[in-house]
């Protein structure tokens, strides 16, 4: 997982926040199915009046640099923006593996609201070694593996706001994309201090055969 905590700076997120209120927002469950559907309690964005929303978002977030070595990403499945108003939560349940004919490597939420602004409405990770909650300050990016079990806990006062979605990956498996980050930073370290050379581009080459091997 990573959180970012300056993807968007605060008054690009202000502004974002504005123009998603001045959206009309809909009862979340309807866009559920199973088990999720039962656990959703929240409000959601007019997903074809707030296109242009999305559309900025998803643009943001494809051409970031620690998102593109993070993620690798290859195309976004889905995404919403989702409010929860005191009293609402989503219970834990975990997301769907496809969505829009996409494979679900990788969930986001951008949160656009100030964590002090609202009590409550937590994102916790079910996780081999515990829990994990995030509530990180407005404009913050969080990525997680899509297979995890999560909830939002409920918002006691205050709204929580958020701009949510999954990512398919061009590598789908997390330790395949964390050797080729970790190629990619070591690549990018060694030639700041040494200049490029023949063991550069011994590494470019396998990096560049493993990323051949691995992407989809
Ligand atoms: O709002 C969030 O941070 C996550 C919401 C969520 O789990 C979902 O919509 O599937
Ligand atoms: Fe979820």
Redesign the pocket.
Known sequence: MLLIDNFLDRETAERLRKKILDTPFLAGGATATGRAAKVKNNLQMDRERGRKILDDVALRLMTHEQVELYAIPKRIAAMSV?RYDAGME?GSHT?APIMNDCRCDLSF?LFLEDHVNYEGGE?VLEQEHGLLKVKPAIGSLFLYSTGLI?R?TPVASGSRL?C?GWIQSRVRDEQQRTILRELNIAHRAYVERHGHDELVDMLLKNSANLMRMWCD
């Open positions: 989702n989503y997301d939420t994102l999560h939002v958020a949510i």
